[in-house]
């Protein structure tokens, strides 16, 4: 009854998205974010109050009108923003849907690891870790901040045995190096909850999101990476890990 009643800032819903998780997802984008990635693509998150209140229990009946699509491996992915800035709205709406059968999956940037950061990952089926870098110096300049807190979370993931993706976004010039991708394959190959690595192209489709939100785009004078040989490198990586 506690959680179906626990109500949180949601800036939008995808009612069937395929990139955020495993199958077909029901994808709740949480408000608010206090990170400042040079590489946002929803800066139009940010805002702690952006969007509409909702309660976990009306998002679990949303999400249940798309069941059938979910089959053996969709389900819901909570996603933002960062939505560990409501992890007891997370840990509400992910509760329910074990209740009702459904997978769970958490895109997050894992720098906030409280006691009901855990209590909330205690539901979670997988997470999607973006690990945006993989030195100390590029966090602070390019994140705000410290890379060490990425680390301690994903040795939390791994401690619990939570089934995680690591998702990267190559920027070209500022992460698309060897010696990056080498760091990454360390990372995970001595985390076993990691099946998975996600390269993700650095696009520059939010600039519009940037000039509504009269900002300056940090990275938009970075050219745009190459899908194909983003997609190449991520195999390569995948193969390596197997
Ligand atoms: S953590 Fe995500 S939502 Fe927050 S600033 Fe970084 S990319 Fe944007």
């Known amino acids: 009854m506690e959680n179906s009643k626990t109500s949180g800032f949601v800036h939008s819903i995808q009612s069937l998205g395929t990139v955020d998780g495993p199958g077909v997802r029901f994808v709740a984008f949480l408000s608010g974010c206090p990170l400042r990635c040079s590489c946002c693509h929803n800066p139009d998150t940010w805002d702690y109050k952006a969007g509409e209140v909702l309660s976990a229990e009306e998002i679990i009946k949303r999400a249940l009108r798309y069941k059938e699509y979910f ?112 760091k990454l394959l360390k990372i995970v190959k001595s985390r076993k909850c990691v099946d998975k690595i996600e390269l993700l192209p650095f696009r520059k489709l939010c600039k519009i999101k940037y000039e509504n939100l009269k900002i300056p785009f940090p990275f938009n004078d970075i050219e745009e990476a190459n899908p194909s040989v983003v997609k190449e490198k991520e195999e390569e990586l995948n193969n390596l890990i197997k």
Do not use: H, M, W
């Not at 992890?87 to 459904?102: H, N, Q, R, Y």
């Not at 966090?139 to 807190?149: H, L, N, P």
């Open 71 to 182: 089959k053996d491996k969709g389900g819901i992915t909570l996603t933002g923003g960062e939505p560990l800035c409501q992890p007891l709205f997370v840990k509400a709406v992910f509760s329910l849907a074990k209740e009702k059968g459904i997978n769970t999956c958490l895109d997050t940037s894992g720098v906030f690891l409280s006691e009901e950061v855990k209590s909330a990952l205690s539901y979670c089926d997988r997470v999607l870790l973006d690990i945006k870098y993989t030195n100390e110096e590029d966090y602070i300049k390019f994140v705000g901040t410290e890379y060490k807190k990425v680390l301690e979370f994903l040795d939390y993931l791994n401690e619990k045995n939570i089934k995680t993706t690591i998702r990267q976004v190559v920027i070209p010039t500022v992460n698309d190096d060897e010696e990056n991708y080498q």
